[in-house]
């Protein structure tokens, strides 16, 4: 059974100021990959960042940078400088052998300007 | 990129009828689409895996006589709810996984969302 957990419910940053959210996981599944989407108020879900779990490099995707951590099994989202749009909710994700995708509770980040 | 077309994306229906929502790929195909529900703030539950031309698999808890699911086309998945009530009010989202080439998003592509009110 694969777990995700993102313990930070709600997180305020000021405009141009990096924010990191938290993600650990667990899983059986030797092979594995780590997601992360942003969900802004329309419900649609924009992908973000992806990570293998055999990728020996931390993935980064623009201002977004997966601070991958194998042996603690965490999977930080960095979003630097950030941006009044940015304001939205975030899930980590993970998917396994059977390609199904398990979301964590999702962490609300609100930019201030 | 890939893109699903999800419809509707928002309905109003009254309680004991069925509601169909449609999740369609437009320019691939999507060998397996997953159902998701979501209630406000909270996270993406997964309801039902369904591949082309086979029977759903339900997640467990998941009511499949109320919750049909059918996917007769590789570019095609409904979600029907049936006999609604207001508990089944709630944010339904599909997502579809090609294998069609290596992409950022390792092959996974979200509709838009349908938000389903029964009064």
């Given amino acids: ?113 | 990129g890939a893109v699903v077309s999800q419809h509707p994306s928002r309905v109003i229906c009254k309680s004991g009828t069925s509601v169909k929502i449609e999740c369609r790929s437009l320019d691939f195909q999507a060998t397996t689409m997953f159902w998701y529900r979501q209630f406000p703030k909270k996270s993406l539950m997964l309801m039902a895996t369904s591949n082309e031309g086979s029977k759903a698999t339900y997640e467990q808890g998941v009511e499949k006589d109320k919750f049909l699911i059918n996917h007769a086309s590789l570019t095609l998945s409904t979600l029907t709810v049936t006999s609604a009530h207001p508990e089944d009010s709630s944010f339904y989202i599909c997502s579809a996984r090609t294998l069609r080439g290596a992409e950022r998003s390792q092959g996974y592509t979200f509709g838009s969302g349908t938000r389903l009110t029964v009064v």
Avoid: H
């Fill in chain 1, 1 to 113: 059974a694969q777990k995700i957990t993102q313990t930070q419910p709600g997180m305020f940053v000021q405009e141009k100021e990096a924010v990191t959210l938290d993600c650990t996981y667990d899983t059986s599944d030797p092979s594995y990959g780590l997601f992360w989407y942003k969900q802004p108020s329309s419900g649609e879900m924009i992908f973000l960042i992806y990570q293998g779990s055999y990728d020996q490099q931390n993935a980064t995707e623009g201002r977004y940078s997966l601070n991958f951590q194998k042996a603690r099994k965490s999977a930080n989202l960095v979003i630097s400088a950030s941006q009044l749009g940015d304001s939205a909710m975030y899930f980590c994700a993970m998917s396994g052998g059977d390609y199904k995708l398990s979301f964590g509770a999702g962490t609300t980040v609100t930019v201030r300007a």
